[in-house]
């Protein structure tokens, strides 16, 4: 049993190469990878218990999010600051050339900084939440997670789209959920003139009435537009609860105001 303890110590002992004239050792390195996993394992216990503390006070979760993101960082940072001088790195030298490193490569790093820091705004003002339904340039869709450097909206088409969060501090972003979830629509039909107005108008709210995806509050309208070259042109307007509803259940309306006005001889 001595003898294998012994050879235990002589392959812990074993040098595997310099750096900056330290010798690091096979115990050294094990000794470097396990602060750093204790300090990822810490990192994710702090977190969660600054994410839960923070939302018990009352405040917002994205709020919560980013001191728990914060919090994370800093706790791994850390670690893995005292893993490398554990195993001799000189950290002052390493600053120093991760400062010049950091000049030379400024421009590449300068968008990644950019979206990293705009993610912790879009955590802390809450321009945009998870569950949100935007419009940001060609991306029409629901938020599904906000990171450091983009955001993951989903579409219509269950097609994911990163988002740069820079864009969504910088560009013109449209927030389908604010103030409320719903969202309004509109159905465009055209009647032959010498209808009855009346008629069309009842049978358009007697379509959306019957509908199970639209609103009663707010109730839905009927709009007599205007004279059309050919046509009396009106607009159906309902309320919808899902943004990404909208072409399925304007069609379905379609549909069945078309089968309404052949049943009331339109």
């Given at each position: 049993?001595?003898?294998?303890?012994?050879?235990?110590?002589?392959?812990?002992?074993?040098?595997?190469?310099?750096?900056?004239?330290?010798?690091?050792?096979?115990?050294?390195?094990?000794?470097?990878?396990?602060?750093?996993?204790?300090?990822?394992?810490?990192?994710?216990?702090?977190?969660?218990?600054?994410f839960?503390?923070?939302?018990?006070?009352?405040?917002?979760?994205?709020?919560?999010?980013?001191?728990?993101?914060?919090?994370?960082?800093?706790?791994?940072?850390?670690?893995?600051?005292?893993?490398?001088?554990?195993?001799?790195?000189?950290?002052?030298?390493?600053?120093?050339?991760?400062?010049?490193?950091?000049?030379?490569?400024?421009?590449?790093?300068q968008?990644?900084a950019?979206?990293?820091?705009?993610?912790?705004?879009?955590?802390?003002?809450?321009?945009?939440?998870?569950?949100?339904?935007?419009?940001?340039?060609?991306?029409?869709?629901?938020?599904?997670?906000?990171?450091?450097?983009?955001?993951r909206?989903?579409?219509?088409?269950?097609?994911?789209?990163l988002?740069?969060?820079?864009?969504?501090?910088?560009a013109?972003?449209?927030?389908?959920?604010?103030?409320?979830?719903?969202?309004?629509?509109?159905?465009?039909?055209?009647?032959e003139?010498?209808?009855?107005?009346?008629?069309?108008?009842?049978?358009?709210?007697?379509?959306?009435?019957?509908?199970?995806?639209?609103?009663?509050?707010?109730?839905?309208?009927?709009?007599?537009?205007?004279?059309?070259?050919?046509?009396?042109?009106?607009?159906?307007?309902?309320?919808?609860?899902?943004?990404?509803?909208?072409?399925?259940?304007?069609?379905?309306?379609?549909?069945?105001?078309?089968?309404?006005?052949?049943?009331?001889?339109?």
């Amino acid at each position: 049993m001595r003898e294998f303890f012994r050879a235990v110590h002589d392959v812990l002992d074993t040098e595997l190469f310099t750096l900056s004239g330290v010798p690091l050792t096979v115990s050294s390195l094990l000794a470097c990878a396990l602060i750093i996993l204790i300090g990822f394992a810490l990192a994710r216990i702090a977190g969660r218990g600054v994410f839960r503390s923070v939302v018990k006070r009352g405040r917002a979760p994205g709020v919560a999010a980013a001191v728990d993101r914060i919090v994370r960082y800093s706790i791994f940072a850390t670690a893995v600051f005292v893993a490398l001088d554990t195993i001799g790195v000189n950290l002052t030298a390493l600053f120093a050339g991760a400062g010049v490193l950091l000049v030379g490569i400024g421009f590449g790093l300068q968008n990644i900084a950019q979206n990293f820091i705009s993610g912790l705004i879009v955590l802390l003002e809450r321009p945009v939440k998870v569950g949100d339904f935007v419009k940001a340039g060609e991306a029409y869709g629901a938020i599904e997670h906000i990171g450091m450097r983009a955001t993951r909206v989903v579409t219509r088409d269950a097609t994911t789209i990163l988002i740069p969060n820079s864009e969504l501090i910088t560009a013109q972003v449209v927030n389908l959920s604010i103030p409320t979830p719903q969202v309004r629509r509109e159905v465009m039909v055209g009647v032959e003139y010498g209808s009855d107005t009346a008629r069309v108008r009842d049978a358009l709210l007697a379509v959306a009435a019957a509908h199970p995806d639209v609103l009663d509050d707010p109730a839905p309208e009927v709009h007599f537009r205007d004279f059309g070259a050919s046509s009396l042109d009106f607009a159906l307007l309902v309320w919808l609860r899902n943004p990404l509803d909208d072409l399925r259940v304007c069609s379905e309306l379609r549909f069945a105001i078309d089968a309404a006005f052949r049943d009331a001889g339109i």
